[in-house]
């Protein structure tokens, strides 16, 4: 049974930290990627950050510098400094199978979603 899960939302000011979490749990085998994708009302989901093999890691443009992206097992983190009004999202983690590190921000490489949790960055 899989089962997907975030915590650590909330709100913060622009330029205050969170940091999020994430338990993808699948039996006793892991995933090989987990990211975390955003989404606002009205717009497509986006790729955030995310690791492949706990080796390799993808940054979406607008969050390099500022996130940081961890995984620890079936845990995968994420370490939002510097925040911005725009950040502010539900945030989606995700967990599947994804072949090439090219793969990791797109969002048809996850079978397995979270719920979200939201995130509020006012200025």
């Known amino acids: 049974q899989v089962s997907v899960m975030e915590s650590g939302g909330g709100s913060v000011q622009s330029g205050g930290t969170l940091t999020l979490s994430c338990e993808a749990t699948?039996?006793?085998?892991?995933?090989?990627?987990m990211a975390w994708f955003r989404q606002v009302p009205g717009k497509e989901r986006e790729g955030v950050a995310g690791v492949r093999n706990s080796v390799s890691t993808r940054y979406a443009d607008s969050v390099k510098g500022r996130f940081t992206v961890s995984r620890e097992n079936a845990n995968l983190y994420l370490r939002m400094n510097n925040l911005k009004p725009e950040d502010t999202a539900t945030y989606y983690c995700?967990?599947?199978?994804?072949?090439?590190?090219?793969?990791?921000?797109?969002?048809?490489?996850?079978?397995?979603w979270g719920q979200g949790t939201q995130v509020t960055v006012s200025s």
């Open positions: 995700a967990a599947g199978v994804c072949a090439y590190d090219q793969w990791i921000l797109a969002p048809g490489a996850y079978k397995y």
């Open positions: 699948k039996g006793i085998y892991g995933f090989e990627c």
